[in-house]
């Protein structure tokens, strides 16, 4: 399955300011997917971004807050802007793994503490 | 609005104990994955079961679907501090969206 290396692994930013989250997959992936998990809450899809496309957004999550790019078939960033508290979480993406075990493979998430 | 209930949320047992954590919702599923997460990192794929009634084994872990497939079991068997971890349930609806579970907080004591 694939391997995915995303960074960083936290940070600490102050409010106000925005956070820019990368992830890179070993192989090509045609989708992407933005996970947020916080504390003792499920994972929520934040987006799914396609390459050569405009990302699509969950309801609750809109691109001004969660900008995504997505510039060829192993990369992608997600930002958190203007952060605030409660943005306060783990990010994680992911992608689709292939053959006969359907489920997602998960870069190793970012930690992210706003105060 | 679909959801999937995992209980239980917390368990803390010795090592040896047997523990069996479900994963319930009252909608239908075509598939169920259950996956595990260790601190700092992200959840890794255990198993994915698709057919209603469907077993199968991982080593110590036996993983069952409901016939409905509306809820899905996971059976630790001899748990061994090595087991530690979020165990999160996911199912794949038929308009292919997935839903996660909160997750079931593991805590095998040596």
């Known amino acids: 399955s694939a391997v995915i290396s995303q960074k960083p692994s936290r940070d600490i930013c102050q409010r106000g300011t925005s956070l820019t989250i990368q992830c890179q997959v070993d192989?090509?992936?045609?989708?992407m997917f933005w996970y947020r998990q916080q504390p003792g809450q499920s994972l929520t899809l934040i987006a799914t971004?396609?390459?050569?496309?405009?990302?699509?957004?969950e309801s609750g999550f809109v691109i001004d807050k969660f900008p995504i790019s997505r510039p060829n078939l192993t990369f992608s960033t997600l930002t958190v802007s203007n952060m605030s508290p409660e943005d306060s979480s783990i990010y994680l993406c992911s992608v689709l793994r292939q053959g006969a075990n359907y489920g997602y493979t998960f870069g190793s998430g970012t930690r992210l503490t706003v105060v | 609005t679909q959801l999937l209930e995992q209980s239980p949320q917390f368990l803390s047992i010795q090592e040896g104990e047997n523990l069996t954590v479900y994963c319930n919702s009252s909608s239908v599923f075509s598939s169920l994955q259950w996956y595990r997460q260790e601190p700092g990192e992200g959840p890794v794929l255990l198993v994915t079961?698709?057919?209603?009634?469907e077993v199968k084994k991982l080593k110590r872990l036996t993983f069952q679907f409901g016939d409905a497939r509306k809820d899905s079991s996971l059976h630790i068997t001899a748990a061994q501090p090595g087991d530690t971890g979020l165990y999160l349930c996911?199912?794949?609806?038929?308009?292919?969206?997935?839903?996660f579970g909160a997750g079931t907080r593991l805590f095998v004591k040596a």
């Open positions: 971004a396609n390459q050569g496309s405009e990302a699509t957004y």
């Open positions: 192989s090509q992936v045609t989708m």
């Open positions: 079961v698709v057919t209603g009634g």
């Open positions: 996911a199912g794949v609806t038929g308009g292919f969206k997935t839903i």
